[in-house]
């Protein structure tokens, strides 16, 4: 094990250990990282010494801020192709984040800092995730031309109420108390106590959590569900949005102004995808979601995006429509149309 790896395993009595080591990027995941990761989850998954994996982050600011979609862009500047086996960075991480929520044994994931988009599907998609005090979650996409993925179609339909499409639609950062809320969150731990939680786990994978639980301090979105919920039930998102326009608070002034500034095409195509989610496992979601991205990677939003709020970082993207009542009914209905032989399967 190098120290200067993107991506650490280690075994510490019968715990297994990954540490995603890329700090300085907010440990976001490359897809080297996630072809190391699966095999690792595979080996482990089969070896009767390893009782339960543990996976945290390095530095002190983030579990994991998501994908390295900025590689993506790249790749696309450098005219490389991004459906073939050698740059098909979702079908890697989709693969992975199933293999997360099927593991036959404990996944403990630390979402000690930023926890967004793809770490957000290598935390919820695992049986036990805790929160700290350093929690942010956040599922962005919206803002970069893209939709909630890894297995969001899942998980955010699981939230309370209507409180899964709003965060979707307006991509709103949630503390450790809301986190557990919407069930993100399994467990809420100090920051201070994951250390001795951690050499308490590899001493004896079973042990109970009871000892190292805090308490993680009020919810603020069970106060407003009951108006996030009559608002967001809106049959479209252009009522969503008149919705909000005429609700009081600061609360829908921050959600209005979120999702003007979202794609008006990612709305569109997250507002149905929500709806289609309901009630599908995690197999399910990864199909819709991994058909959803290559027709993403074809278009003009998610790369510009990129641009605007990771590369140039002028933020001021030039969206392809103007209002999501540009988003014409056929263009919608081909981001969900199927692709063929290059639909995701999984092999086990």
């Known amino acids: 094990m190098n120290g200067d790896d993107e991506i650490l395993f280690e075994r510490r009595g019968g715990l297994g250990i990954v540490t995603l080591n890329?700090?300085?990027?907010?440990?976001?995941?490359?897809?080297a990282m996630y072809r190391r990761f699966n095999p690792a989850l595979i080996a482990w998954a089969g070896d009767p010494a390893v009782r339960a994996v543990l996976v945290r982050g390095a530095g002190d600011r983030a579990f994991c801020a998501g994908g390295d979609v900025v590689a993506i862009y790249e790749a696309r500047q450098r005219g490389e192709r991004l459906d073939d086996a050698a740059n098909d960075f979702f079908r890697e991480e989709y693969t992975l984040v199933r293999r997360v929520h099927r593991l036959p044994k404990p996944y403990i994931a630390l979402m000690d800092g930023v926890t967004m988009g793809g770490g957000a599907g290598i935390a919820v998609n695992g049986a036990i995730r805790i929160a700290t005090e350093r929690t942010l979650f956040a599922m962005p996409e919206v803002q970069i031309g893209l939709f909630p993925d890894v297995a969001a179609s899942r998980f955010l339909n699981l939230c309370p109420g209507r409180i899964g499409i709003y965060l979707a639609l307006t991509g709103k950062r949630v503390g450790p108390a809301d986190a557990?809320?919407?069930?993100?969150?399994?467990?809420?731990?100090?920051?201070?106590?994951?250390?001795?939680?951690?050499?308490?786990?590899?001493?004896?994978?079973?042990?109970?959590?009871?000892?190292?639980?805090?308490?993680?301090?009020?919810?603020?979105?069970?106060?407003?569900?009951?108006?996030?919920?009559?608002?967001?039930?809106?049959?479209?998102?252009?009522?969503?949005?008149?919705?909000?326009?005429?609700?009081e608070g600061a609360w829908a002034r921050e959600?209005?102004?979120?999702?003007?500034?979202?794609?008006?095409?990612?709305?569109?195509?997250?507002?149905?995808?929500?709806?289609?989610?309901?009630?599908?496992?995690?197999?399910a979601a990864l199909v819709l979601e991994y058909r959803l991205t290559q027709h993403c990677l074809k278009a003009h939003d998610f790369f510009e995006g990129i641009r605007a709020l990771l590369v140039d970082k002028d933020r001021k993207p030039r969206w392809q429509h103007a209002s999501v009542a540009d988003v014409g009914a056929a263009e919608l209905d081909a981001y969900f149309a199927p692709i063929g032989a290059r639909e995701l399967t999984f092999a086990d």
């Open 255 to 283: 959600a209005s102004e979120a999702m003007a500034r979202a794609s008006p095409l990612s709305l569109a195509i997250t507002f149905r995808q929500l709806q289609l989610g309901r009630a599908m496992d995690v197999e």
């Open 180 to 247: 557990l809320y919407c069930g993100f969150a399994t467990h809420f731990v100090p920051h201070a106590r994951l250390a001795a939680l951690t050499e308490a786990l590899a001493a004896d994978p079973g042990v109970a959590l009871a000892a190292y639980v805090d308490d993680s301090g009020p919810a603020v979105l069970p106060g407003l569900q009951p108006a996030i919920d009559r608002v967001f039930a809106g049959d479209s998102v252009a009522a969503i949005m008149d919705a909000l326009a005429r609700e």
């Open 22 to 31: 890329r700090p300085q990027a907010l440990n976001t995941l490359s897809l």
